[in-house]
């Protein structure tokens, strides 16, 4: 018998890592093995502490913009995607570079350049200040695109010509406030072209669908993951919708024991860029006072791999 009190855990899958946070890690510890230590990396590879610490360790370096890598140094670009000028740039310095940008990314980076060379105006659903954002514009010539975040942006929208615009969406938005979205400019703007196929990355949308799928049995959800990453921050939002109280945390040491109060069922997930590691911890420490159970809900199965850049796939 135990003095604990029971804790039932609901865990969410899918969770954690996606392909392309897993390809972009290890885009990284490859060009270590190749080049040696170190290798600079162009913003954080992806938005989590605990995986920027574990690379810094092997030997990488994070710097904010190229000017900080010094000649002849490998550089790695993240996986949120960079603006056009960076690899130029890289180039004309002669800096030997890898872009690590998730593959579902760089598919909206190309469909941005065709619509644009169509003559359409892009209406990009996203969150201003985001480095995928950031990415997606520098793909197109300055003014070609423009940031709607919400349905207020979408309602007061005055475009100069309203019968020749697309849209398309950051990968990692919420899918319901997205739809809300898009539901006002397809209302006003009758002739917008979608894009080809669902911008918001499948990872994405499995993470919330898996969320959802477990909110009404929780008496609380907690979130693995960053402040700055975009779909760990969605995934609160998702079960806060469902009407659950949810918070993020990072690590398990920044659990609130508070939070738990009067909590017979907790839902845990993890964002895309969380390793599986810090689930695990988290359930180790709440086991330190409660009586845990596990069981996980899956309701899907991610099978997708994307291939490393050339240059490293005999390293691999």
């Given at each position: 018998m135990t003095d604990k009190p029971a804790l039932e855990l609901l865990i969410?899958?899918?969770?954690?890592?996606c392909a392309g946070v897993d390809r972009a890690i290890r885009i990284v510890e490859l060009a270590i093995e190749k080049h040696g230590a170190p290798v600079y990396v162009r913003h954080e590879i992806v938005h989590n502490k605990f995986v920027v610490d574990s690379l810094k360790a092997k030997g990488a370096i994070f710097?904010?913009?190229l000017d900080e890598v010094p000649d002849g140094a490998p550089v790695v670009f993240s996986a949120h995607g960079v603006p056009k000028s960076v690899p130029a740039n890289a180039e004309a310095r002669g800096l030997e570079y890898l872009d690590a940008t998730c593959p579902l990314v760089s598919k909206?980076?190309?469909?941005?350049?065709?619509?644009?060379?169509?003559?359409?105006?892009?209406?990009?659903?996203?969150?201003?200040?985001?480095p995928e954002v950031i990415g997606t514009f520098g793909q197109v010539p300055a003014g070609a695109m423009t940031l709607i975040e919400n349905v207020a942006d979408a309602e007061a929208l005055q475009p100069a010509d309203a019968d020749n615009l697309?849209?398309?969406?950051?990968?990692?938005?919420?899918?319901?406030?997205?739809?809300?979205?898009?539901?006002?400019?397809q209302r006003r703007f009758v002739n917008m072209q979608p894009p080809r196929g669902e911008d918001i990355c499948y990872a994405t949308s499995n993470r919330q669908a898996a969320v959802k799928a477990i909110a009404s049995a929780c008496d609380a959800v907690l979130?693995?993951?960053?402040?700055?990453?975009?779909?760990?921050?969605r995934l609160v939002e998702v079960a806060q919708r469902e009407g659950v109280r949810a918070a993020l945390i990072q690590r398990a040491v920044d659990l609130d024991w508070a939070f738990l109060e009067g909590v017979g069922t907790l839902g845990v997930s993890a964002g895309a860029s969380a390793p599986e590691l810090l689930v695990r911890e988290l359930v180790d420490l709440l086991a330190t006072r409660y009586d845990v159970?596990?069981?996980?809900?899956?309701?899907t199965r991610?099978?997708?791999?994307?291939?490393?850049p050339r240059a490293l796939e005999q390293a691999a």
């Open positions: 969410a899958a899918p969770r954690g890592f710097v904010e913009e909206v980076h190309r469909q941005a350049e065709r619509l644009v060379a169509a003559g359409r105006h892009i209406l990009f659903i996203g969150h201003a200040g985001h697309a849209f398309l969406t950051q990968t990692t938005l919420s899918v319901d406030d997205t739809a809300e979205v898009v539901r006002v400019l979130v693995i993951g960053a402040p700055n990453s975009s779909n760990s921050v159970t596990e069981r996980e809900e899956e309701t991610e099978t997708i791999a994307f291939k490393l």
